[in-house]
């Protein structure tokens, strides 16, 4: 069945570029999302990537996606305190989402 | 403001006792979602509804029920809550099912413990 995986936590400091990746399993997916959670808030969608696309840049963010290897990874440039939260990757080929575990991202000074 | 809205935000309660978790959107979304997230196992979908009276179970339905009798409304509810449902709880909508590039809407959760 569908399954995505991400490490639990990263930890980076103020101003250093951070990674985060994803690995899923269903070949089909059409996109592949980003989604943020602040503290004590829900979720919300920082970024898609289309799976016929290879790379997405928005601003500080960076999506890279290896079809082959079904693996997403998400790089922050410049990582800064407010970028602290979780994030998910997540699926979908139909009408349903599926998230990744989450990895928790802490940034210290 | 468009949102998403959940309440109660927090709520403790005991084995048994029926309880019921309101979810309401003002973005007149077709599609509804819930989902509870737990440690290390990320979100897990429990039911969705692509439109009134229109609901299908996810991965997780077992001991939860749904209605959609408006566009708006997708109350979720728990009729004799265990302790392995204390979770945190999101409710979510989207125009599309969440694929082709629909954004899922988030509430800002529900965190339940049942003792």
């Known amino acids: 069945g569908e399954d995505v995986e991400q490490s639990l936590f990263l930890s980076v400091r103020e101003g250093d570029s951070s990674v985060i990746n994803c690995t899923y399993t269903d070949s089909s997916s059409t996109y592949l999302y980003w989604y943020k959670q602040e503290p004590g808030a829900g979720l919300q969608l920082l970024t898609y990537?289309?799976?016929?696309?290879d790379m997405k840049q928005d601003q500080r963010l960076t999506v890279l996606l290896n079809k082959k290897d079904k693996h997403l990874s998400l790089r922050i440039a410049d990582t800064q305190t407010g970028d602290s939260a979780i994030y998910f990757c997540a699926e979908t080929n139909t009408d349903k989402l599926i998230f990744g575990t989450g990895t928790r991202l802490q940034v210290f000074p | 403001e468009a949102q998403v809205t959940q309440n109660p935000r927090y709520l403790i309660t005991v084995t048994g006792k029926k309880l019921t978790v309101t979810c309401s959107q003002n973005m007149n979304h077709e599609y509804m979602s819930w989902y509870r997230q737990d440690p290390g196992l990320g979100l897990r979908q429990i039911y969705y509804?692509?439109?009134?009276?229109?609901?299908d179970k996810g991965d997780v339905p077992e001991g939860y029920k749904v209605s959609r009798k408006e566009k708006r409304n997708f109350p979720l509810i728990l009729e004799s809550p265990s302790p392995n449902q204390t979770s945190l709880y999101f409710c979510a909508s989207s125009f599309v099912g969440g694929g082709n590039t629909g954004e899922l809407f988030f509430g800002e959760g529900s965190r339940l413990t049942v003792l």
């Open positions: 509804s692509m439109n009134v009276e229109v609901t």
């Open positions: 990537i289309f799976s016929n696309m």
